[in-house]
């Protein structure tokens, strides 16, 4: 059996960066941990940036503010470099009103309790006359991953709004070196440590700890066993690979939540159901566990599709995390 490394620790660590290392790796597995660690990192965390701005008296970004030294397109590019905490899901809109000669930054912007400013120093123009004015009304949205102009052209825009592309990433920097050391007798186990930088919108800790969780969470999928298409053609889950058996740091639930809080909002998708009665709940706006515990025997079997298969189905599927239909 291949050994477990040692807990990760932190060697050092300065405002938004910090260098971790793990001892004790398999040999090989430092370059195999080291450059999944970083991919995720740099691709798979979710941050929050401006989307799209309103400029009062400005139709498009190729266009000039009367008193204002910078041109818009620099503006925008001032506002790129902000970042946000968002404690709730978006879209929040962040305002800026700027009148008179001043410098105007990041944490002139006035938004929403559930959003954090967290480069309030970036520099976002320059009002050099005294009746010079500035006001803009930004979207603040998380994401993932960088999402250009391009990827949105579908999204409907009232007359004036500019979009931005939106480098959500919260990571700034990942780079990890790889050394040998000894274990035992052996010379060739694997020391990997890990520089990571962020925006400021979270630590290098956290930032390492989700990528970490992030990767358990892809790998126990593939760890339960593989799909199987029946002679009816749909598809079921391995045995075990619903819900409940995911490492406990993806339960999609609150801890402050009961256990029957917790269960009632259970998706369906996360249930051993086939993907034939999944669909026939779906169409008949059954979408969670607590949907499904509201109804009775009878009244199921009047939704289109559903027979005693997937009677049978649903019984048990609720069977397995102790709850059964309405009597």
């Known amino acids: 059996m291949i050994p477990l490394s ?37 691709s798979s965390l ?13 139709g498009h970004e190729f266009s000039t503010i009367e008193g204002v030294m910078e ?30 000669e001043q410098d105007v930054s990041g944490k002139d912007f006035d938004h929403p309790s559930q959003v954090e400013v ?15 004015s500035l006001n803009i009304e930004a ?40 050394e040998n050391m000894r274990v035992g007798d052996r010379t060739d186990y694997n020391l990997l440590r890990l520089h990571i930088e962020t925006d400021g919108s979270l630590t290098p800790h956290e930032a390492f700890q989700r ?4 990767l358990v969470q892809q790998f126990s999928v593939l760890s339960k066993g593989f799909a199987e298409d029946n ?10 690979a619903g819900w409940g058996s995911l490492p406990e740091k993806e339960n999609r639930f609150e801890e402050s939540e009961t256990k029957e809080e917790s269960v009632l909002k259970i998706k369906l998708e996360d249930l051993s159901l086939s993907s034939r009665t999944l669909n026939v709940l779906r169409e008949g706006g059954i ?41």
Do not use: C, W
Request: hydrophobic content about 40%.
């Open 6 to 42: 040692a807990f990760p620790k932190v060697v050092s660590q300065e405002g938004a960066r910090a260098v971790f290392e793990i001892e004790g790796l398999f040999p090989g597995y430092g370059q195999t941990i080291g450059n999944s660690l970083r991919r995720v990192l740099l």
């Open 71 to 100: 041109d818009v397109v620099e503006i925008i590019l001032n506002l790129k470099q902000m970042r946000f905490r968002v404690h709730e899901p978006g879209p929040f809109t962040v305002t800026l009103a700027a009148k008179g």
């Open 139 to 178: 979207v603040v949205e998380s994401g993932l991953g960088y999402v250009p102009v391009e990827a949105r052209s579908k999204e409907k825009v009232e007359v004036g709004t500019i979009a931005l592309d939106a480098a959500f990433s919260p990571v700034r920097h990942v780079n990890y070196e790889v």
């Open 211 to 214: 990528a970490a969780d992030i």
């Open 287 to 327: 979408k969670t566990v607590g949907g499904l515990l509201r109804k009775r025997e009878e009244t199921l079997r009047e939704i289109e599709g559903m027979g005693d298969k997937g009677i049978q189905e649903v019984k048990k599927a609720l069977g397995s995390i102790g709850v059964g239909l309405k009597e």
């Open 231 to 240: 002679a009816d053609g749909e598809t079921r889950m391995p045995k075990g």
């Open 118 to 132: 967290i480069t309030k120093d970036v520099h976002i123009a320059t009002l050099s006359a005294k009746k010079a």
């Open 46 to 58: 979710e941050g929050a940036v401006i989307t799209s701005i309103k400029i009062e008296g400005v």
